[in-house]
């Protein structure tokens, strides 16, 4: 099975003051096309920190990261935000819907922006959101639907691009019990049916057994995790 994501020897440090804190030490890990990873880890322990760095919406301190044979760092800002379009889609633990637009033109967004057609974006979108079970909702804008609708609408957008990969924060972390597990399980369901490789980070024991692979960040440093 081919790799599709390569993080070698990723370091992440601030300064706070007059101290250096060092947040990742050299990560290293890969990804295969269609694997799906879960990244355990308690809160402040840079799990976020990483997953914008492999989405090249941060910079690691020292290291490369490898997307679909594509150095993330050796592209400017506006390459990297094309790149992103194209092969990767997120998904954030609050949902970061547009409040002015309805469900369909939010999840239509990222086909817009890569210059589709808007009737066919519309197209498109509308059939994403009949996978996450929203087609009725599809002109509701994000003030008329719940949480549990919003954080559909927000994997419809991510997934709308067909992205080889997605980048989940905490997709669950927002919503009460019930809802968090309809949730996961849509998720289960669109990375089975949709075959793309998933990354989540995720406080979530219940979510991250339903992956392929599990990993600990602790410390600064990525440890596979027992199952």
């Given amino acids: 099975m081919s790799v599709l994501l390569s993080c070698d020897s990723v370091s992440k440090s601030f300064i706070d003051g007059k101290n250096e804190v060092q947040v990742l030490r050299d990560i290293t890990f890969s990804v295969n096309a269609s694997e799906q990873i879960a990244i355990l880890g ?4 840079g ?6 760095i492999l989405g090249a919406l941060d910079t690691p301190s020292s290291g490369t990261v490898e997307v679909d044979g594509q150095s993330l760092f050796a592209l400017n800002s506006n390459q990297q935000a094309r790149f992103r379009n194209q092969t990767m889609g997120f998904v954030y633990q609050f949902h970061h819907l547009l409040p002015e637009f309805n469900a369909v033109e939010n999840v239509a967004m990222p086909l817009l922006i890569a210059g589709e057609n808007p009737d066919k974006a519309r197209l498109i979108a509308n059939e994403m959101l009949a996978k996450v079970s929203l087609q009725h909702r599809i002109e509701h804008k994000p003030s008329a639907l719940s949480g549990g609708e919003r954080q559909r609408v927000a994997i419809a957008r991510a997934l709308v691009n067909k992205p080889k990969l997605v980048l989940a924060d905490e997709p669950t972390g ?3 019990k019930s809802t968090g597990e309809a949730i996961a399980d849509l998720l289960a369901e669109l990375r089975e049916s949709l075959q793309m490789a998933f990354i989540v980070v995720t406080h979530d024991l219940q979510l991250a057994a339903q992956f392929d692979r599990v990993l ?3 410390s600064g ?7």
């Fill in 174 to 176: 927002n919503l009460d």
């Fill in 221 to 227: 440093q990525l440890e596979e995790r027992t199952k």
């Fill in 47 to 52: 799990k976020s920190t990483l997953l914008h």
């Fill in 216 to 218: 600990t960040l602790s």
């Fill in 42 to 45: 308690s809160s402040g322990s």
